[in-house]
Nanobody, 121 residues
Framework: QVQLVESGGGLVQAGGSLRLSCAAS????????MGWFRQAPGKQRELVAR???????NYEDFVKGRFTISRDNAKNTVYLQMNSLRPEDTGVYYC???????????????WGQGTQVTVSS
């Protein structure tokens, strides 16, 4: 069984920073891509940023220049450094792992439980 556990959310004033972490644990041989999604109240879940096992990143336009995604493959952990936060960044942030391969060759995707980020104006 594989689990994703997020941490680092909280309440911050506009212009502030937060760093999210997501650690994958369990029977893991490798993980293709890891990323962060977010969901604001009344809105659909949307991609924020993603990083492959090779370090290639992609960001949605609304976070470019403000957020940085990074990854420690040895620890199966992905981070999201969020700077210059805005009230519209408020939401539940979910960690996503794509193409998780177990030692037996089983492959599937996983989601974390989510961590709340609230940015006050």
């Amino acid at each position: 069984q594989v689990q994703l556990v997020e941490s680092g959310g909280g309440l911050v004033q506009a212009g502030g920073s937060l760093r999210l972490s997501c650690a994958a644990s369990g029977s893991i041989f490798s993980i293709n891509a890891m990323g962060w999604f977010r969901q604001a109240p009344g809105k659909q879940r949307e991609l924020v940023a993603r990083i492959t096992s090779g370090g290639r990143t992609n960001y949605e336009d609304f976070v470019k220049g403000r957020f940085t995604i990074s990854r420690d493959n040895a620890k199966n952990t992905v981070y999201l450094q969020m700077n210059s936060l805005r009230p519209e960044d408020t939401g539940v942030y979910y960690c996503n792992a794509v193409g998780v391969v177990t030692p037996t060759g089983f492959i599937r995707d996983y989601w974390g439980q989510g961590t709340q980020v609230t940015v006050s104006s």
